[in-house]
């Protein structure tokens, strides 16, 4: 790991100087030793290589592009021993920005860093290298009384490009011109490596950033979970307080209804009523048997979120459970001016199933077709085998299409009118579509060209395994 070197700004001096003196005492040059330019060259691209390694291979966090240009700027000042080093880089303007600066503690850093602007000035202007040897007076007047304010003697801006494209520039000055014409060499190669540097540095801040974002994803998806979790189980807890009450309610209503269906019973059997009290009474019963309905078909929906349905099979007639399903409606069908045309195909055996749960599902598709069907029309009920092991039972009424299949046997706006103004207890349809899936059934609606809506109930002859 490349040790961070110290700052020029870190370096004391050993007795007191003035003037030019000053600005070059502590300021140590790298001992050549016989050193070529090569091998200046062949050190300052191993520091170079260290710096790449550490920031690619750092364990720590990722270096920033400010600290990226300090760290070039210290190899910069302390291969060279140099005065002023200073990196620009292109803000989001378009302009350039100072990004690193390092000057010697004998310099006015104020004025070496209005120098530093203007040589990247020049840079951003032309877009060249930019050498400057203020002493000679071929610069501008403006920009040798930058130089003299700041005691400097020669300065070089060269320009950091990537693809072409002017991203920043590095400058470099010093009393001593010697150390400014050792630098300038080696510094288009630097420009490079901070190119390099500085793209190793945004991918890291966007991945870095990448990072943080998915973090905070995952944590926010804990949370979620954690909530759903939480909403899960008090659903499971109101679920389970409301079958409770629902069998309850159901009980608790199941006493006095009897009474109420016995003795409305009673007293249609009394010869002395009038036909307008026995027309009240019939009406008592009629009442009381649609409010019994609706107490099972509560409980029976309660039993069927909690799990607790239970199937008795045995073998039956599927011909004859559909005629007495048909005759079981035929009040209703009557009542609505609705023909039923009931035909099961012969060659239709027995199943083994539940048949009383297969019964009420019958019972609810063909209240609802018949309820959907205007008066005068037919609804037509057929039953033939399908697919090996299944048997399809079809039914088809004259009704308005309907607008969205897929909330037809959802438990929501059960007391909303269907489609033809018909107040309709859409409860019974939603638990025989549960009940179909208990007995292993499934269905499936579609539209008739001719107008109307055909119900498919498939239905497996035997239940899996045997």
Not at 4 to 24: M, N, Y
Not at 140 to 166: C, K, M, Q
Not at 171 to 198: F, P
Not at 266 to 280: A, M
């Amino acid at each position: 790991m490349v040790q961070k070197p110290k700052r020029a700004s870190d370096v004391s001096t050993t007795r007191d100087v003035e003037g030019s003196d000053a600005l070059t005492a502590g300021i140590s040059p790298r001992p050549s030793c016989g050193a070529t330019a090569d091998d200046e060259l062949q050190a300052l691209s191993a520091e170079i290589v260290g710096l790449l390694n550490e920031q690619a291979f750092s364990a720590g966090d990722p270096r920033t592009e400010r600290e990226v240009c300090e760290s070039f700027s210290e190899i910069v000042q302390r291969h060279w021993g140099l005065c002023c080093v200073a990196v620009f880089l292109r803000g989001d303007d378009g302009r350039l920005r100072l990004c690193a600066n390092f000057n010697h503690e004998h310099v006015d850093g104020e004025r070496a860093r209005r120098a530093a602007r203007a040589l990247a000035a020049e840079v951003e202007r032309t877009g060249e290298e930019f050498h400057v040897r203020a002493r000679e007076g071929a610069q501008s007047p403006e920009l040798r009384s930058l130089f003299d304010d700041a005691s400097l003697a020669e300065a070089a801006a060269v320009p950091i490009r990537t693809g072409g494209e002017l991203i920043g520039a590095l400058t470099v000055a010093a009393r001593d011109g010697v150390r400014v014409s050792a630098a300038v060499g080696s510094m288009r190669c630097v420009g490079q490596a901070v190119v390099i540097a500085l793209g190793n540095a945004r991918r890291s801040a966007a991945m870095g950033e990448q990072h943080r974002r998915i973090e905070s994803l995952v944590e926010e998806l804990r949370r979620r979970t954690a909530e759903l979790e939480e909403a899960n189980l008090e659903l499971q807890r109101v679920g389970r307080y409301r079958s409770l009450f629902l069998q309850r309610m159901s009980h608790e209503l199941r006493t006095p209804l009897t009474s109420i269906l016995g003795f409305a019973e009673i007293l249609i059997d009394q010869e002395r009523l009038t036909d307008t009290q026995r027309r009240f009474c019939e009406k008592i019963q009629s009442s009381g048997f649609q409010l019994q309905s609706s107490l099972n078909q509560l409980v029976d929906l309660s039993r069927l979120e909690a799990g607790q349905t239970e199937l008795f099979l045995h073998e039956f007639s599927i011909r004859e459970t559909l005629r007495e399903s048909c005759a079981a409606v035929a009040r209703l069908a009557q009542k609505q001016g609705v023909r039923l045309d009931c035909a099961p195909a012969p060659e239709l055996g027995g199943i083994v199933s539940d048949e009383g749960k297969l019964r009420q599902v019958l019972y609810n598709f063909f209240a609802f077709a018949i309820g959907r069907s205007p008066a005068g029309g037919v609804v037509r009920i057929g039953a033939v085998p399908f697919e090996g092991d299944r048997l399809r039972i079809e039914i088809g009424d004259e009704g308005e299409p309907l607008e969205d299949h897929t909330r037809l046997f959802e438990p929501v706006d059960i007391d909303a009118p269907n489609e033809c103004g018909t107040n309709m207890n859409e409860l019974g349809l939603v638990i025989a579509h549960r009940l179909l899936a208990v007995l292993g059934g499934s269905v499936a609606l579609h539209d008739l060209p001719t107008g109307g809506l055909s119900v498919h109930l498939s239905l497996p002859a035997r239940p899996a395994g045997e």
